[in-house]
Structures are given as structure tokens and as C-alpha cells.
């Protein structure tokens, strides 16, 4: 495919009126060509306008229309080849095998969602039958579904080029509600970005929908991208990225005046809690595994472990130990951008400067450019409830050992975390009791809790939750990766009284959708699915 | 019951350290006692903290205990008796027949959401079970469940004394998600919430809960409001109110370090939409109809209907002297406040003085003090898409009756609107097609769609939708009234590999709890119920 330089709005390409930019290899910061041209704000309503042309139609979709055009997405996507994984590993440093197992997730996630769509739960059918003859007063026949917001803006995470980038998990979830999407890609992957963005727009095409269903644009960072969400034509907000950006997003839309949900993912440090029973085991395997979830992708995960805490005792020392070989061992990787690996060296310069805070180990940097040395860092419970500089994410290979000296001093250090994406126990059956007690803080704090494992590989199922309470994310109510991410999408209507003729096919008495629907409270499954 | 004029927080009585107000009489505007006592900023902490120090153990309750808990509340409050309905007639100047009419619906809203909690779809309960062969990585046992958020500060509205009040759906909805409640008494039906406080507060202690549960506070009403949205403690919001109150309650809320969701439903014009079949049947029934839905409890309901569009029309015109006949023979029932009725006055006056409107008719005022004489204005649709003064509420029996001259003028009126609770729409067969034109645009501005009825009388069901676009409420995805609103209070949490001896109850196996639960996408039913 060719690479344009250019904005793609309701299926034109669209050339900005404003400065232009060009992905670079972090591997050499060697630009990219072409040069990309940015939009101004008055080219961006271009797609805001188009995209609220879209929504009538495109959000009453009937459901095979609706599913076949995800499944387009995914299947041009993967047309595209070799060429995609080729581009993403110039602008973003992540090795080949990574980006096709990305590649995969994405497609798997547009696929489920098609899923979804044809299945129908996520409309929320529920019906009250009148009641003519209930006294004092008859009940009228009431029924409620869920319907689309409206136009969704997306912006592109750096460290995700595919799965939380151009037809990621939050541009998936939004289309599959029936939300058109204006996508505002990640400067550091613009080619990765339009070569997914036609994509997309191929299949609006192919699957005959008006073409403001999709626009992909490039902008200056931060300006376009407050402009997008105080667009009135913008009624929710996905985002992935740091917590000042998401922060100010959050700010724009609720001085809005229409204020509209937020849907910001945006920092995390991962705390992993280490109990005495687990180090009776393979404490060496122990440590590799954690270095390992570290140093994956560089550190560059959402879910990358940042803290440890581990007991101060014995074998307390020996999985220090184990982690300081570990950690040395490794080879720096190129990091997302050279910006991203400046960052890193600031962060990790802070907190190895800290008081009472040591260098465990650390690794070789790395043979290209922007390939910092992983560094594992150790500190008490004291220091951590004492100073918000260990509280800070450090995006990349970093983290940091804790050595808690009790239940109680764990206990106090679990109560003064903050909102987080994932928490990790490594346990056995004697840590029970332990657990129990830390179960219960962690769940105020946490999206998702793991037992035995590590908190990197974030499964696109159903049941999963990727969110948590701010810091973490915006909107603690939510996740962005899974099925339920649709729910942000949309919101209930009631229809009382309205014939047959005037009622939405997922409210109607014969069922045509084939939904699941909650009839006085109760759950009624469809006889069958499409 | 005694009134002692002072707080409830976790159960005990708490004289505020401010000033007092008193609840008044606003058909003779004299005040009544006792006076309240006023609580400081610093006092208010005492309840949030209880609250905060109840919530592990609240958030934790078996399903038969936390029903029942709900169900004493509503038995408490029947045990009462005519004391209640006497004090808050009093307080608000409302009948006893609609009082005794809205405390059923309260007592049976509390016992609705105690079926909820007993049935417990509202958990979520999600279940993808491990595939430890999967390729290219073996997958995870996720499990997924919905948990209550934390604290909630809930505040009364002065309306519904009851149902909108203390022991009203925000608290009911509250409490069943399992969130420990602070409720901001309304200052003008002190007593009134004083009692019903009493009702909680042995159901509380009579259950053997942590009496930080619920807490009742009386303060100065905008500044002890802010402090309390704004306690880190408090961890959502629910307000019925004005729209400047809701916005600065968002405001507040959306400012803090850590954001929390605020459910404001703050104002609603619920237009009628009036076409020309359904004026070829019986002109003076629909009229009358309309005029009982404009002046019903002194036309203060969230859903009275304070717009209606006709046809311009020789039929149109027959509704409108049929509506100017009905109006003039009403009588002005006492409003709520002396406040109140200003407010309607004013509001009136400035309606009545714009440009190309006219009075249809109006009531006699009646024999109380507060009690305007109802009235009725007319308009068309270009006044009212060019003055902003049209589309502000005016609480109280007034409405605007709009006259369209084509269905496209129509549907330039309704595009016009902002975000409302409900839209109403008579018509008869031949209106169909012109009805299936509006209903798209009313979708995006609506939550509560009824054709041949009137906004008024809110059912409490499953399927009901009290909520809508802004400036209806502060957050469209949701309902104030009705099962779905128990859902405002909740966060899902992920679990991950957890062993069975770890896991919460509503996600073990053995499924303790009787759930439907969706597993790898399907709902499963539950083979039984308790």
C-alpha cells in the first residue's frame, strides 16, 4: 500500500493545512519518510461533521451488517501483510514476533466484538408487560435497550501500535456499539497508523456505509486533541496514554457544556506482593519470571510490574539476590521513542536517588540507540509511605523491590497505593490467611488480581478487566480491553407504550434480533442465535 | 417519634455546632419545630469516616442479610404511620393522597431493589474457565464481578419527600449496591427527613450492621454540599435538584484528585408532541389530559410536561382553546417553598413578556399562600428556536404550547431541543409515519420515550429509563429510577487464577449464591433461586 502523508477523512484523503512530522526509527532517530501533514482545528470539523452524518445509520445497522464489516476490518488488516509488521518495527523498535502476536490480538479482538454484536447482549434488552388491570394504577408496557452514544474520538497509545492504536480494543469496542470513530493517531507510528487507517476504510467502503463512519487524522499532540473532545459533535473519549495528558482530556470534556465521559487509561505500577510460602519454592524461577514481566517490550506495558514488595527476611534476601543476577543479565531494548527513553532515564536518575533507596542491579544497555540498561532498584515500607516519588510510574524496563517486615507493615503499604490496573500475589496454600487480609484493601484499589502469575498478557475475553480506579484510569466503572468494554459506549432509552410498528426490531414482541431479554427482571434466553 | 432536630450520624444524634433552620409551613409560610441544628465542615467528617469504616463490612453482606436489611427500612417506615404523612404535609403543602401514594412507591422501591439484591444479576458475575492447552499461550481462569463503588453522598430533592428524599431511589439503590450512604437532608422538609432517618437507623442497628451505613446531616445547604462531594471518603454522588446545583456538584467532583462520578438529574422540559390524527378524536379529553399532567402536585414533578407542539392547524387551534378552557378552571394548589413559588412567578413573567408569546388561558390562584394560579402560554416554533428564554424550565404548573406548520418545521423544533427525561407523543395510526421520522432525533435527546400517555407517574420497574442527555442529568448512561440504577454504584474487578479457598463467593464453582452468571460469553442461568 501506499503511504499518503495524509489525514483520511470519511474515506478522502486529506492533506493538513498545518506543519508536517515524521515517524522516526528509534533504533537510529533516522526520520521516516513521507512527512506527514498535520491538521488544523477548522480540518478537523471536516470529520467531526461527518462522522455525526454517519451516526443514524450506521448505529442501526442491522446486526450480520453490523458484525461483517468488523470482520472486514480484520481481515484487510491482515491483507496487508508483511508490509505492516515491516513499518510498525521501524517506528516503534518492538521486535517482529511481537508485533505479529499484537497483530493477532487485534484481529482476534475486531473478530470477538463481530461476536458480540451478532449476539446482542450488550443491547440490554428489558421489558415490562403492561399490567391493565394492576390497581391502584395499570402498569404501562415499558421496554429499555441500550443504544449508541454518538461519535467517539480515539487516540492512539504509543506502545501498542496495533491493538491499542488505530483499530485497537477502544476504536473496536466504539463500532461495535455503533459509535462512528475520529481516531487521532500516535505522531510516533503515523505510517503503522494509516496503513491500518485504510484498512478501515476499505471496509467502510466495501460494506456500503456512509464513510464518516471512520476518520483517521494527525494533528499537533496536544491542541488537536483538545479541540476533538470540546467538538460538540464528540460524545465519548477513549484514550491510552500518560496520566497529564489523559488528566487534561478529562478537564476539557467536563467543561464542556455538555460534559461527556472520559475513557482515559493511564498509569499503573503493577504492585507485585511476594509471600513467605512462595519462596519456600524456586526462588531463582521466581526471579526470572519477574525480571522477565519487567523487561518485556522494554517495560513499555501497561501492565509492566513496577513494584515488588517481598518480605524482609532470609529468603527475603535470596530473591534479591536472584533478582540482582537476573536483572544484570539483561540486554537493553529499543525503547518506543527517544523522548520515552529520556523519560526513563530521568525517572530511574529520581528514584535510584532517593533516599534509602538502593540499586539492586541492572542490566547492558542495548546495541542501538534508545536502549537504556533495565534496572531493578530495593527500598523498605518506610520509604515507600513516606516519599510520592516512589509512587510514580517510570515507563520502561525499571521497578522496584519493597521489603515489608510484617503483615501489618504489607497491610500499610497496600492502603497507600493508589489506583491500579492490576496487583499480582505470589502465594501458597499457608499464604491463605495472609491473602484474605490483603484481598479485601487490594480490591478497593485494583482492576484485576492475579494469583501465580504475572500481570503483563492482557487476555481479550470476557471476563476481564482491564481498569481500576484513578490513577489508573478515568472512569473506575469500565474496562478498555474485553467484551465489556462496549458498555462505555452506550446508554438505556425507555419506550413505553409504542406500537408494534413504531417499536426498534431489538424491542419488538417477535424477537427478530434474536436477543436474550430480561422480561419483569428475569432473564429470558433467545431459542436461538442467528 | 420524637423529632430532636439534629443529625444522625452512625446512629447517634448530633447536635451541629452552625446555625439552625426550621422547617416552614408554606401555606402560611409560619415556620414549625423544632428548629435543626446545622452541621460544620469539620463535624461532616465524622459521618464520612463512619461510612468509609462500614463499607468492608457492608460491601461484604450475604444476599439474605442485605435484603432483609432493605425490607426492614421499608417495614420501618410503614410503621410510622400517618405521623409521616402528616409532617411532611406540613412541610411541603402536598396532599395526603399523593403522599401516602409516593410512600408506597418509596416502601416498595426499597423492596423492589431487595428482590435485586437477593437475585443478583447486578454482580455481574462473568467466568472465563482456564484452557490451559490453548496455542500459541495456554489462557488464564478470569473471573469477573461487579463491586460496589464505596461511600455515597446522596442528596434529597425537595419535590418527593419521600421518594426523592432520605429513603428515596438514590439511597435505595445505594445502599443495595452495597454502598454505606450520607444524606444531605433538603432543609425544607426537615422533619420530614428526621423520621424517616429514624426508619434507617433502627434497621441499621435492628440488623447488626456497622451503624456507619447511613448517616443523615442537615447543614447550609451549597457550602456542607460541596465538602461532602468533595471528602475523599465519598466515592459518587446522587443529587435530584436544579440544574446550577447538579453543575456545581459536578464541578466539585470533577476537581478533586481523584474524580468520582456525580448522578444529577437536574432539569427536564419533557415536551408532548401533538399530530394530526390524534386531534380527529376527542379534542377536550386531550387537553384535559394534558392540563392534569401540566398541573399535578402544583405541576412540581421532574416529568411534567412544560413543553407541547400542535399543529397550526383549524384542529390545532380546537386544542388550543380546549387547553385555554381547561387551564382557566384550575385552581392553584400551595407549592412547595415560598422560594418555589418566587422562582415561578419570576419565571412566568419572563415567559409571558417574550417576544411572540402569548397566555392561553390561566387558573385562580388558590385560597393559600404559594399557590399561583396555573397557566398556559403559546407560541411557534420560530419563536422557539430562536429564544434561549423558551427552553428554561419553569418549575411549577406552567407549560408552552407550540404550534408547528409542517412536519419539517417540526423536526426543526425537536432537533432544537437539549437533553430531556422524556418526550410524549400522541398520535394515531395515520401519525406513523410522521412519528417514525421524529423518533430518531428524539433518541439522542431523550431517555424516556411515550406514545398515547403523559410523562408524569414515573413506574418503578426493570425496564424504566429515568435519566437522558444533558442537561436532564449529568451522565446519560444511567437511570435514577428504576432496577438499572443499582448499576451506578458499581466497578468490575477481575480475578485471575485465584484459588477456590480465595475466591469471593459469587465467583466460586459451586456458585453458593444461586447466580446467573455469564460463562465464555453465554449467560447461564441458574438451575435455582433461593
Given amino acids: 500500500m501506499t503511504l499518503t502523508g495524509q489525514s483520511l477523512i470519511a474515506g478522502q484523503p486529506v492533506a493538513g493545512a498545518g506543519k508536517t512530522t515524521n515517524g522516526f526509527n528509534p533504533a537510529t532517530n533516522e526520520p521516516l519518510e513521507p512527512a506527514y501533514t498535520l491538521l488544523t482545528e477548522d480540518?478537523?470539523?471536516?470529520?467531526t461533521a461527518a462522522a455525526k452524518e454517519a451516526f443514524p445509520s450506521f448505529s442501526s445497522l442491522d446486526?450480520?451488517?453490523?458484525?461483517?464489516?468488523?470482520?472486514?476490518?480484520?481481515?484487510n488488516i491482515e491483507?496487508?501483510?508483511?508490509e505492516l509488521i515491516t513499518r510498525a518495527g521501524q517506528e516503534t523498535g518492538l521486535p517482529a514476533a511481537r508485533l505479529q502476536g499484537e497483530r493477532a490480538r487485534t484481529t482476534g479482538q475486531l473478530r470477538l466484538f463481530a461476536n458480540v454484536v451478532r449476539q446482542g447482549d450488550?443491547?440490554?434488552?428489558?421489558i415490562d408487560p403492561a399490567i391493565p388491570d394492576r390497581t391502584p394504577l395499570p402498569r404501562a408496557d415499558i421496554r429499555q435497550r441500550q443504544i449508541p452514544l454518538g461519535p467517539v474520538a480515539v487516540f492512539g497509545a504509543s506502545n501498542f501500535p496495533f491493538a491499542f492504536s488505530t483499530a485497537g480494543g477502544d476504536t473496536a469496542s466504539a463500532l461495535a456499539a455503533g459509535c462512528p470513530v475520529v481516531f487521532k493517531a500516535h505522531n510516533a507510528h503515523p505510517g503503522t497508523s494509516e496503513?491500518?487507517?485504510?484498512?478501515?476504510t476499505k471496509a467502510v467502503k466495501d460494506s456500503g456505509l456512509h464513510p464518516g463512519v471512520f476518520s483517521l487524522i494527525y494533528g499537533p499532540g496536544a491542541s488537536i486533541g483538545q479541540a476533538l473532545v470540546a467538538d460538540p459533535a464528540i460524545k465519548a473519549v477513549g484514550f491510552t496514554g500518560s496520566q497529564a495528558a489523559g488528566v487534561a482530556l478529562m478537564r476539557t470534556a467536563a467543561a464542556r457544556p455538555e460534559p461527556i465521559?472520559?475513557?482515559?487509561?493511564?498509569?499503573?505500577?503493577?504492585?507485585?506482593f511476594v509471600f513467605d510460602g512462595?519462596?519456600?519454592?524456586?526462588?531463582?524461577?521466581?526471579?526470572?519470571?519477574?525480571?522477565?514481566?519487567?523487561?518485556?517490550?522494554s517495560g513499555q506495558l501497561c501492565t509492566s510490574p513496577g513494584l515488588l514488595f517481598a518480605p524482609d527476611s532470609e529468603l527475603g534476601d535470596k530473591l534479591a539476590a536472584a533478582v540482582g543476577r537476573a536483572i544484570a543479565a539483561c540486554t537493553g531494548q529499543t525503547m518506543l521513542t527517544e523522548g520515552i527513553a529520556n523519560s526513563w532515564n530521568t525517572g530511574t536518575a529520581s528514584l535510584g536517588s532517593a533516599d534509602g533507596v538502593e540499586l539492586i542491579g541492572q542490566g547492558t544497555p542495548g546495541p542501538t540507540r534508545n536502549a537504556p540498561a533495565p534496572a531493578i532498584f530495593g527500598t523498605g515500607v518506610d520509604q515507600f509511605t513516606s516519599?510520592?516519588?516512589?509512587?510514580?510510574?517510570?515507563?520502561?524496563?525499571?521497578?522496584?523491590?519493597?521489603r515489608y517486615t510484617s503483615v501489618d507493615d504489607l497491610l500499610q503499604a497496600a492502603n497507600r497505593i493508589e489506583g491500579q490496573l492490576t496487583a499480582s500475589l505470589q502465594l501458597t496454600e499457608e499464604d491463605y490467611p495472609t491473602a484474605a487480609r490483603l484481598l479485601p484493601v487490594l480490591e478497593q484499589k485494583i482492576g484485576r488480581i492475579i494469583v501465580n502469575g504475572w500481570p503483563t498478557g492482557v487476555e481479550v475475553g470476557h471476563a476481564m478487566v482491564h481498569g481500576g480506579p484513578f490513577p489508573a484510569t478515568s472512569d473506575t466503572r469500565t474496562t478498555s480491553v474485553g467484551t465489556l468494554a462496549i458498555n462505555r459506549f452506550l446508554r438505556p432509552v425507555a419506550y413505553q407504550n409504542l406500537p408494534p410498528e413504531l417499536l426498534p426490531e431489538a424491542l419488538q414482541d417477535a424477537n427478530p434480533w434474536h436477543l436474550n431479554r430480561r422480561i419483569n427482571g428475569d432473564v429470558q434466553l433467545a431459542t436461538s442465535y442467528v
Same sequence: chains 1, 2.
Fill in 43 to 47: 480540518q478537523l470539523k471536516t470529520a
Fill in 63 to 75: 446486526p450480520e451488517a453490523h458484525a461483517s464489516f468488523l470482520e472486514a476490518i480484520a481481515d
Fill in 79 to 82: 491483507s496487508i501483510g508483511d
Fill in 122 to 126: 450488550f443491547r440490554g434488552v428489558r
Fill in 195 to 200: 496503513l491500518v487507517g485504510q484498512a478501515i
Fill in 261 to 272: 465521559p472520559v475513557y482515559a487509561e493511564m498509569s499503573s505500577l503493577n504492585p507485585v
Fill in 278 to 297: 512462595a519462596l519456600k519454592g524456586d526462588v531463582d524461577a521466581l526471579a526470572q519470571q519477574y525480571v522477565t514481566a519487567v523487561t518485556a517490550s
Fill in 387 to 402: 516519599n510520592h516519588v516512589l509512587h510514580e510510574e517510570i515507563f520502561g524496563a525499571a521497578s522496584l523491590v519493597i
